[in-house]
């Protein structure tokens, strides 16, 4: 079974739609289409997906549950984007540390602490 065969073909169609038409869309549109997109081409979509992620999680109220929780998705879409990939590196890092404060202002040290040894580590 292959990527393709997981998603359905009207769903990628739509977010290819939505990403190249010519109207503005929200970045909550735009986040749906990158998740779809990831599934059918990882390599191409996850970095754009990650990114969409850490930028949504700076534009939105402060939130540390809600924060926390969109930047783990950015930093497990890092996670999963090929080594090869030239913005893995950078946006990993930014998924992880963003992770780190919020799991700080959570009073959850240890699990901050598990992200700052991953931090370190060579990637």
């Known amino acids: 079974m292959n990527h393709r065969e997981n998603v359905g073909h009207d769903a990628v169609l739509r977010a290819r739609i939505l990403l190249l038409g010519s109207g503005t869309i929200t970045i909550h549109e735009q986040i749906d289409a990158y998740r779809?997109?990831?599934r059918v081409s990882p390599a191409v979509h996850l970095p754009?997906?990650?990114?969409?992620?850490?930028?949504?999680?700076t534009s939105v109220p402060r939130?540390?549950?809600?924060?926390?929780?969109v930047v783990t998705e950015a930093a497990e879409a890092a996670r999963r984007m090929d080594v090869a990939e030239p913005r893995r590196s950078k946006l990993l890092s930014a998924?992880?540390?963003?992770?780190?404060?919020e799991l700080l202002a959570l009073g959850r040290e240890e699990e901050a602490a598990v992200l700052g040894e991953?931090?370190?580590r060579p990637a």
């Open 63 to 69: 939130d540390p549950e809600t924060h926390l929780t």
């Open 118 to 120: 991953e931090m370190t």
């Open 95 to 101: 998924a992880l540390e963003a992770c780190r404060r």
């Open 48 to 57: 754009r997906l990650a990114q969409a992620l850490l930028d949504y999680a």
């Open 36 to 38: 779809v997109l990831a």
